[in-house]
Structures are given as C-alpha cells and as structure tokens.
C-alpha cells in the first residue's frame, strides 16, 4: 500500500517510519511542518513533499491516509480523508470532543474502508494475555492500574482547547469491558497538567477499578494488576511503555508462575492489525455480505470504538474533576443498525405529533381529518421496518463458508 502522512505528531511519524522500515509498503507523500520531513529524512525515509492537503487527497495512487497534524487541523483533516475513500489511520486524541469520532464512525461505515486509531496498546501480548484470563477465569474482585512517567502524562496537555486526555482507557476496557462510571481526584477542581491523578469506577460487569498517573518521576514504569480468590496478578512494564514486562500470577495449584516479554514494537504489531483490516474490509466491499465465522466471530483487538470511548471516558472524567462527583457514562452506539432505529423513532414522533397538530386544527378546518387515517398508516408502516432490519446477532451470523466465493482482490491495495 502506498501511504500519506499529514502531520509530524510523534505516534504519526513513528507510524510512517514502521510503514517504510516493513518492505510491504511505501510512505509516498508528506504534508505537515520541515521539523517532520527531516525526521523522517534522517530515517532514510524519503517522501515527496506535498503543501496543500487536497492535492495529496488527489494522488490516485494513494491506498491510505495517517492522520497526525496538530490538534487545530486534526479534525478538519480526519473528515476530509474519510470523504475521499482512503483508509485511514487518526492519532489519539482525534479531538478533544466524542462528537467528531460519531461524525468519523458515520463517515467510515457508509465508505467501507478501514479507521483505526494509533492505540496500540491494546496489541500487547502481556496485556492481551491478561485479558483472555479475564474472560476465561473466575472473574477478578479488583483491577488497579499504576502508571509514572518521566514527563507529562496527559494527552493532549498541548492542545488550547484546555481538554487534556488520559492515556490507558484501552486497556482498562481490554481487561474489564465497558466502563459504567468514572471518579477523578486532581489536586484542583479540573483536569491540568503537572498533577497526579487517581481515578476510580467500575465496569458494566460490576468490577470496580482504580488508575493512578504520576507525571515528571526520574523512572517510568506501568503496573497493572488484578487481585483475584487465589491472589494478585500483576504486569509490571518496569521501564514503562512499551519496555520489556513480566507477568507474575498465581496458577490453579497455588503455584506462582512468572512470564517474561521482550520490548513490545507498537507500531509494527499496530501496522499488521490495520493490512488485517484492510483484507477483511475488501472482501467485505466484495461480497456486500459478512464474512466467514473465522474472520468476524471475535471482535478486533482495535478499532475506532476504542478512540470513541476514550473521548467519552475523557470527557466523563473532566466533568468528574469539575463538579467532585461519579460521572457515568450513557454508552451509545455507532452501528448501521442503531443509526437507523434512531432515526425511525425520531420520524416516528414527529407522525405522532403532526397527527395531534391535523386533530386539532381540523376543528377549524374539517377537510383535514382525512389526512389523520394517513398519517397514522404511515407511522405503522415506518414502525413494521424494524422487522427489516436484522438484529445484531443476526448481522454476526455468518453464512455457510461453502456460499461464499472465492474473494477478489481489492484493486486499490497495490504492494509497496
């Protein structure tokens, strides 16, 4: 795949410099500030320059779009990139506010090409461990997550709209499932860089959990453990992100095991998750239809529900911060499906009212009644729609394997 980079965001240009360093593919175009473009340079990495972001949306030849300006571009570039049909690749945050990852998440489900955040933590070997042991074990009674850093811990602490983020909402999620509510404490009434941070909630699951950020320490390191019946569970990255790690637990014996993992590349995991994607969403634009059991019984590692609910559980977590109180979380959903029920029940009450609106008026105006049989024909109508559309799990089914022809390649995709 031939790759754009707008932006010189750190994640965006050590994303670029995994793309080049694969061999797969190319990183062909570069928009963004000198400082970027001679980073790359001295990578030996050589894109071609490109001022003006529509002439690198024009390149016919482009496959894929890393979105990494600055927080004032960011938005504007993201949607723009979607609108043209590339895939794309957003650093996170994408914006300060859940409402523009909605806007993305629309966007891509009527393109059909692949979003995805640069999360990466998620692909962790050590922290997707924990969380198939999560899903299959006895359920855990506490999660604690501890993270020092050598400087700033917020994300975002740059950005001047004054709405940093925390990092980790993703692996949180991995180990526990959908956050229910959140609690920060801060040293002031709002969330500012330069402080520590102990937050505090609980999962939909009922599992409670606490996270502590400690900004400007001399070490970085990450903790994460799980307290269970049969002990502590802890990952301990004693560099901090992504070092080296060593998981240490209890097994069903009483035993205590320990597991080392070598130095975690984000990038590299994160770049052979996104050709995954891109090879199911083509077959996916192929056939219209969903795929083989193998491909979709599982949800993906990362996707751009993951960026979605770090923007809810950030914003979540200021409010907490200002008003000193549990903030919770009205989880909403991004699907085809839920766009269009939605849609139908606002349409739906609108009948309802217009209906009410003719009955009254039709004092005055009798002619009117006539229209009332109508408009409530109509409403039953919209309502047996709802029977159109399949259900999630029906979406899930997959249908059998031997009614699924063989997958044309996607012509956009071109090697490197």
Avoid at 155 to 173: F, I, Q, T
Avoid at 179 to 207: C, D, H, K, M, N
Avoid at 289 to 313: I, K, N, T
């Amino acid at each position: 795949m031939r790759f754009a980079l707008l932006g010189d965001h750190r994640d965006g240009l050590d994303f670029a410099a995994a793309v080049a360093a694969s061999g797969r593919h190319e990183l062909r175009l570069y928009s963004g500030p000198a400082p970027g473009l001679a980073y790359l340079q001295r990578l030996g990495i050589a894109p071609r320059s490109v001022g003006e972001l529509e002439e690198v949306l024009s390149d016919a030849a482009l496959d894929a779009v890393i979105v990494a300006s600055g927080p004032a571009l960011r938005a504007g570039q993201l949607r723009r990139a979607l609108q043209s049909e590339f895939h794309v690749l957003c650093v996170h945050p994408a914006d300060p506010s859940p409402d523009l990852a909605y806007e993305a998440a629309l966007l891509q489900a009527d393109a059909g090409f692949v979003l995805l955040p640069l999360l990466p933590a998620a692909l962790h070997p050590g922290f997707a461990g924990v969380g198939r042991l999560v899903q299959a074990g006895p359920p855990p009674r506490f999660l604690e997550l501890e993270i020092w850093s050598t400087e700033e811990v917020l994300l975002g602490a740059e950005d001047e709209s004054g709405k940093p983020g925390l990092p980790a909402w993703d692996v949180l999620r991995l180990i526990g499932g959908e956050i229910a509510e959140v609690y920060l404490q801060t040293t002031q009434a709002e969330l500012l860089p330069g402080q520590p941070l102990l937050l505090s909630g609980r999962f939909l699951s009922g599992l409670v959990f606490q996270a502590t950020y400690v900004p400007d320490q001399s070490e970085a390191r990450w903790r994460l453990s799980l307290v269970t019946t049969t002990g502590r569970a802890t990952l301990f990255l004693e560099r901090g992100w992504p070092g080296p790690s060593r998981w240490t637990y209890t097994d069903e014996r009483g035993a205590e095991r320990t597991e080392i993992f070598d130095p975690f590349d984000p990038w590299s995991a994160l770049l052979e998750h996104f050709e995954q994607e891109v090879e199911v969403a083509s077959i996916r634009r192929v056939h219209q239809r969903p795929l083989a059991r193998s491909l979709v019984e599982d949800p993906p590692a990362l996707a751009w529900q993951d960026e979605l609910r770090a923007l809810e559980l950030d914003d979540a977590a200021r409010r907490s911060a200002e008003k000193g109180r549990v903030s919770t979380l009205d989880l909403q959903e991004t699907t085809e499906e839920a766009t269009f029920k939605g849609t139908m029940t606002l349409v739906g009450c609108s009948l309802i009212w217009l209906t009410l609106v003719v009955l009254i008026v039709s004092v005055w105006v009798p002619p009117l009644a006539w229209a009332i049989l109508p408009l409530l024909a109509i409403f039953m109508a919209m309502q047996a729609l709802r029977w159109v559309v399949p259900t999630s799990n029906e979406e899930k089914k997959p249908p059998p394997a031997a009614e699924i022809p063989p997958a044309a390649p996607d012509t956009r995709i071109r090697p490197g």
